[in-house]
């Protein structure tokens, strides 16, 4: 487990980390497909607070794509970064994901943030922040569907409806078992929209979400348990 400090010039206002969003997300690269699915790994990366003790802990978890077969994994342990607050959410998580992510044995290929891309008020959430700080193709998979709107997908798995600012397509609800409430797909970086979705069909055989962020979040949880066991 590594254990992480928060950077130094870390922002620590509101305004500084929306300068910070500003000028990243010109860096975010759209053009691209990204890996097709079912090949490399893809990896998943999840984090869990104890905001009593100023914990956070951040997990990666790497899959053959292929077979979901867990590769490798990693996970850290540092202090909470940045204050709640809505739409700022990676700066609370960055620091301590870049550390799993880099304390991994192995190239984690696509990466599976749980939370949002460009589905995000400021078209700048966190599987595009660390997609840009990376540059590893990632993409957003989120339980709620956060600002935006959107119509329901028709009940077979693999339904799609697109997730609307106004008219403009952030994402799409996807259905991932039948008759069963979507999970909300966006594009981090490296990758477009219809490859995503195809991603999260893949890594989800038997559930709504996928492998990559049920095993992270069950790993960060642990992680989080061991840290602050007292």
């Not at 104890?50 to 990666?60: G, H, K, L, P, T």
């Not at 490798?72 to 739409?87: L, N, Q």
């Not at 995503?196 to 790993?219: I, Q």
Request: glycine fraction near 8%; include cysteine.
């Amino acid at each position: 487990m590594t254990t992480v400090r928060i950077p130094a010039g870390w922002p620590a206002t509101e305004e500084e980390a929306r300068a910070v969003q500003d000028e990243l997300r010109a860096r975010v690269v759209l053009d691209e497909p990204g890996p097709p699915p079912g090949s490399g790994h893809v990896t998943g990366v999840d984090v869990a607070y104890d905001d009593e003790r100023d914990v956070v802990a951040a997990a990666a978890v790497v899959l053959d794509a292929a077979t979901l077969r867990v590769v490798a994994e990693a996970t850290a342990i540092g202090r909470i970064s940045f204050p709640y607050v809505p739409g700022l959410l990676a700066f609370r998580e960055i620091p301590t994901v870049l550390a799993a992510l880099a304390a991994l044995p192995c190239p984690p290929g696509l990466v599976v943030c749980d939370g949002y891309g460009l589905a995000h008020p400021r078209r700048f959430g966190l599987a595009s922040h660390l997609g840009v700080l990376t540059d590893l193709p990632t993409i957003g998979v989120a339980k709620n569907p956060f600002t935006f709107h959107h119509d329901d997908p028709a009940a077979p798995r693999g339904s799609t409806s697109p997730l609307l600012a106004d008219t403009e397509e952030v994402g799409r609800a996807l259905r991932t078992r039948e008759s069963v409430k979507p999970v909300f797909v966006s594009v981090g970086h490296r990758t477009d929209l219809d490859n995503a979705c195809a991603h999260v069909l893949a890594l989800t055989p038997s559930y709504r979400l996928p492998e990559t962020t049920r095993r992270a979040d069950a790993l960060c949880r642990g992680a989080l348990r061991e840290a602050t066991e007292v």
